[in-house]
């Protein structure tokens, strides 16, 4: 093994951390598909719903966004060589998640934009903790390397669709902006899938 190996190994987080997204995520990816059932009918008649908001909600950051964390907290120090910044930070990040993605789904599926928002707040709160704990833990490293750009790219990408969607679920509930809800899905989805999620595969693809 060369020593570099070694070293990232060294520096990754114990497992428990990255275990507890794993298993979040595996749990709403089969709360998934039961209400994929349950929706069946109003599925059928709209592209936009606050139905079709929750599957894919339920989907992306019930299941995508918590393995995603959960891999990247295991990922960074090995693709990058440097320890994340704060294994406590990461574990608050985890704690503040998962009841503002339940409140979220929960808004979505009663139409309850009181919970939907106070949920956003909440999501948007552990992505922002996400967020600075990588920035933080990528201090020093060159950022010659193609890996370290592209999960920076990733990063900033994550913050505005968080920041999208969040201004979304708040102006459902103050209505203080006459905005085009339509626009705002797809620069939330632009943001997110295209801007986040590709953009990490591909930065973590380039070493392991």
């Given at each position: ?111 309850s934009t009181n919970a939907l928002s106070f ?37 900033l990408m994550f913050f505005m669709g968080a ?41 973590l693809s380039m070493v392991l």
């Amino acid at each position: 093994m060369r020593p570099s190996q070694s070293l990232s190994t060294k520096l990754s987080p114990p497992f428990n951390l990255v275990f507890r997204y794993f298993l979040s995520g595996f749990l709403f990816y089969i709360l998934l598909f039961v209400f994929l059932f349950k929706f069946y009918e109003p599925l059928r008649g709209y592209f936009i719903s606050f139905q079709i908001a929750f599957l894919v909600h339920m989907f992306f950051l019930g299941f995508v966004l918590n393995i995603i964390f959960g891999a990247m907290f295991q990922l960074i120090p090995v693709a990058l060589e440097k320890a994340i910044y704060s294994i406590p930070l990461a574990k608050w990040q985890f704690y503040i998640y998962e009841p503002g993605l339940v409140l979220m789904l929960y808004g979505f599926y009663n139409t309850s934009t009181n919970a939907l928002s106070f949920g956003a707040v909440l999501v948007f709160i552990s992505i922002v903790l996400f967020v600075f704990n990588f920035f933080m833990s990528i201090r020093g490293i060159s950022f010659t390397k193609i890996t370290t750009k592209f999960l920076v790219v990733a990063n900033l990408m994550f913050f505005m669709g968080a920041l999208v969607g969040l201004g979304m679920t708040l102006n459902m509930r103050f209505g203080v902006l006459n905005i085009n809800y339509i626009n705002w899905v797809l620069m939330h989805i632009v943001f997110m899938v295209f801007g986040f999620i590709f953009m990490s595969i591909m930065g973590l693809s380039m070493v392991l």
